[in-house]
């Protein structure tokens, strides 16, 4: 079975800072990696995702991760945050088996951006 | 760009009534999920389905819950007779298998149960 970890349950941050969420992944097999965001009252938004190549994978709104298998991490990170960026963030696995292809997802991080 | 959509967008009942979810899953792909996200919490996995029928099952899709394909293009999440615990935002997915593991959701239908 897989888990996944997401290490900082709330994030408050100032606008133009940098900022990583970390995420933590169990797996005895290889999976996919991903990072949501989820508006008030919305539904989920791909930021970007792990399939396989290269492990620093760029995705929408400026946000990077980086995939490391040593650490079993993803943690997702932006250089400079706009008040916009408030908002839930889930990292999610899902195993490399084209007969499962279910998503595990993390707790979630809520990032705040204070002006 | 092809998209899964969800109906309705939320849907009120009442407790011990059936409702059924909809959703209409991008055409070419052959996997279909459902998932439950009760408010505040986490992103919960109930089942998967595939070539007609369910591939995964979680804890949550007990014998109240049920899912279907009625054709080709609709696949439905029925709850039988409703609790107040299965209010939740319920959002539907799927994965064209061949390209990877790339669920695409649903905007999501927010079930409310008084």
């Known amino acids: 079975a897989q888990s996944v970890t997401q290490l900082d349950s709330q994030v408050p941050v100032f606008e133009e800072a940098p900022v990583e969420l970390r995420c933590n992944y169990s797996?005895?097999?290889?999976?996919?990696l991903f990072w949501y965001v989820q508006y008030p009252n919305q539904g989920l938004q791909l930021l970007l995702k792990?399939?396989?190549?290269?492990?620093l994978v760029k995705g929408i709104n400026g946000f990077e991760a980086e995939f490391n298998k040593s650490q079993t991490s993803f943690h997702l990170r932006k250089p400079s945050v706009h008040i916009s960026d408030t908002a839930e963030y889930f990292c999610?696995?899902?195993?490399?088996?084209?007969?499962?292809?279910?998503?595990?997802f993390g707790d979630g991080t809520t990032l705040t951006v204070k002006p | 760009e092809p998209e899964v959509t969800q109906t309705p967008s939320h849907q009120v009942t009442q407790m011990g009534q059936e409702v059924i979810l909809r959703c209409v899953p991008i055409?070419?792909?052959?996997?279909f999920y459902w998932y439950r996200q009760i408010l505040g919490q986490k992103v919960e996995f109930l089942v998967s389905?595939?070539?007609?029928?369910?591939?995964?099952k979680s804890e949550i899709f007990d014998d109240q819950f049920s899912v279907e394909r009625p054709d080709g293009s609709n696949f439905t999440l029925k709850i039988r007779s409703t609790k107040l615990e299965d209010s939740a935002m319920y959002f539907c997915?799927?994965?064209?298998?061949?390209?990877?593991?790339?669920?695409?959701f649903g905007p999501g239908t927010r079930l409310t149960v008084l």
């Open positions: 055409s070419n792909h052959l996997y």
């Open positions: 389905f595939y070539n007609n029928e369910i591939s995964e």
């Open positions: 792990y399939l396989s190549g290269s492990t």
């Open positions: 997915a799927s994965i064209r298998a061949s390209i990877g593991n790339e669920q695409f």
């Open positions: 999610a696995v899902s195993v490399y088996n084209t007969n499962a292809g279910k998503s595990t």
């Open positions: 797996s005895s097999v290889s999976v996919y």
